[in-house]
Nanobody, 126 residues
């Protein structure tokens, strides 16, 4: 079992920044790919960003490229999502996810992940 706990969400204004944190336990964190997804009200959950086991391979959704940065600390068993220049359309519940398959490929779809956190709410006001 893998436990994932997100934190760092909140209510901010457009243009502000937030850093989300996902703390992982229950598995060898340094061997898993990690991803961030989000789900806005009335919409399906969508991919935001992902990073491979070493942190050397990262992928971003087009909507967040240049504004969001994913990173990880394999000593602290933590993955981060730094979000800059936030927009109202970034409002959503943000989830982190873990892919236990050790692979060079970083999943960018929900089906590629095995475990999920419960999410943290991010609300961006205009």
């Amino acid at each position: 079992q893998v436990q994932l706990v997100e934190s760092g969400g909140g209510l901010v204004q457009a243009g502000d920044s937030l850093r989300l944190t996902c703390a992982a336990s229950g598995h060898t964190f340094s061997s898993v790919a990690m991803g961030w997804f989000r789900q806005a009200p009335g919409k399906e959950r969508e991919f935001v960003a992902a990073v491979n086991w070493s942190g050397g391979n990262k992928h971003y959704a087009d909507s967040v490229k240049g504004r969001f940065t994913i990173s990880r600390d394999n000593v602290q068993n933590t993955v981060y999502l730094r979000m800059n220049s936030l927009k109202p359309e970034d409002t959503a519940v943000y989830y982190c996810a873990a892919d236990l398959m050790f692979s060079a490929v970083v999943p960018v779809t929900e089906s590629g992940y095995d475990y999920w956190g419960r999410g943290t709410q991010v609300t961006v006001s205009s």
